[in-house]
């Protein structure tokens, strides 16, 4: 199993700037999943973070936009840059502590309101 | 595309009486997950069932897999009010046995059980 911390658990931004979320987990894991859930819908895979190299996105996602550092195997950041209203969604940080075919556990999510 | 389709998109029950909501996909499997999700918060893995099982509990869960018709079923049986909460299933269908965590969505089921 896995206890993961998010950090904000909310906030409310304003157009134009930027919000760091953070990730700590209780174990070391080779990948962490950074999803979005937009209000009402369901769960979106962002990216792939790994250790050591630059993260994976998924279609429709991109660097500039949503930034993430990951700098060892307990902790990585998702930045969501340059806010608009249509980035108000839950951001979620996931591990599949396994390794292989299993379960994932997540964190509380992290609520962004932008304005 | 989503990969996963639920239905009903809400339900609504009195406590004692069993839930069942339903998900479809629509490429191959390695395997399907069901996870609960409580007013917006982090998601909360509830069974895995691989693409060679049948059938498989967990407690008062009962999941089905059909991989013929690509659909799988969620019973919890003697529902409680705190069973209320939204549920999702999520299919691995990555090459090689296994996404690695890259799971695909429904778009999740709203249960609300009345005392």
């Known amino acids: 199993s896995a206890v993961i911390s998010q950090k904000p658990s909310r906030d409310i931004c304003q157009r134009g700037t930027s919000l760091t979320i953070q990730c700590q987990v209780d174990?070391?894991?080779?990948?962490m999943f950074w999803y979005r859930q937009q209000p009402g819908q369901s769960l979106t895979l962002i990216a792939t973070?790994?250790?050591?190299?630059?993260?994976?996105?998924e279609s429709g996602f991109v660097i500039d936009k949503f930034p993430i550092s990951r700098p060892n195997l307990t902790f990585s950041t998702l930045t969501v840059s340059n806010m608009s209203p249509e980035d108000s969604s839950i951001y979620l940080c996931?591990?599949?502590?396994?390794?292989?075919?299993?379960?994932?556990?997540f964190g509380e999510g992290s609520r962004l309101t932008v304005l | 595309s989503q990969q996963g389709e639920e239905d009903p998109q809400a339900l609504s029950i009195q406590e004692g009486e069993n839930a069942t909501m339903n998900c479809s996909y629509k490429?191959?499997?390695?395997?399907l997950q069901w996870y609960r999700q409580n007013s917006g918060r982090g998601l909360v893995h509830l069974i895995l069932?691989?693409?060679?099982?049948r059938e498989k509990h967990s407690g008062r869960l009962r999941v089905t897999l059909d991989t013929s018709k690509k659909s799988s079923s969620l019973l919890i049986t003697a529902s409680r009010a705190a069973d209320t909460a939204s549920y999702f299933c999520?299919?691995?269908?990555?090459?090689?046995?296994?996404?690695?965590?890259?799971?695909?969505f429904g778009q999740g089921t709203i249960l609300t059980v009345h005392p």
């Open positions: 996931s591990v599949e502590p396994s390794g292989g075919p299993g379960e994932l556990f």
């Open positions: 174990s070391q894991v080779t990948m």
């Open positions: 973070a790994n250790q050591g190299s630059e993260a994976t996105y």
């Open positions: 490429t191959s499997i390695n395997n």
């Open positions: 069932i691989r693409s060679n099982e």
């Open positions: 999520a299919t691995d269908s990555g090459a090689g046995g296994t996404s690695y965590g890259k799971l695909t």
